[in-house]
Nanobody
Framework: QVRLVESGGGLVQPGGSLSLSCAAS????????MGWYRQAPGKERELVAT???????NYADSVKGRFTIFRDSGKNTVNLQMNSLKPEDTAVYYC??????????WGQGTQVTVSS
């Protein structure tokens, strides 16, 4: 059973920074793509950033230049460094991992609140 465990959410003031981490409870297994999605109240879940095993990245336009995604494929971990946070970044952030067999795994989510 694959589990994704997220950590690092919390409350931060506008302009501040947070770092999210996600670790998969599996070894000897590499996910093709890992990434972060978020869901704000009353809105659909949306892509934030993804990264492949070849380190190819994809970012939502709203976070480009502010967020950075990086991973350690050997350890099946993915991190999201979030800088210059805005109130509209407030959401539950979910880690996602896609296997070679196209199975999709989700973490339980971690709350990020940007407020003064």
């Amino acid at each position: 059973q694959v589990r994704l465990v997220e950590s690092g959410g919390g409350l931060v003031q506008p302009g501040g920074s947070l770092s999210l981490s996600c670790a998969a409870s599996v070894s000897g297994f590499t996910f093709v793509t890992m990434g972060w999605y978020r869901q704000a109240p009353g809105k659909e879940r949306e892509l934030v950033a993804t990264i492949t095993t070849s380190e190819s990245t994809n970012y939502a336009d709203s976070v480009k230049g502010r967020f950075t995604i990086f991973r350690d494929s050997g350890k099946n971990t993915v991190n999201l460094q979030m800088n210059s946070l805005k109130p509209e970044d407030t959401a539950v952030y979910y880690c996602r991992a896609d296997s070679r067999s196209r199975r999709v795994y989700w973490g339980q989510g971690t709350q990020v609140t940007v407020s003064s």
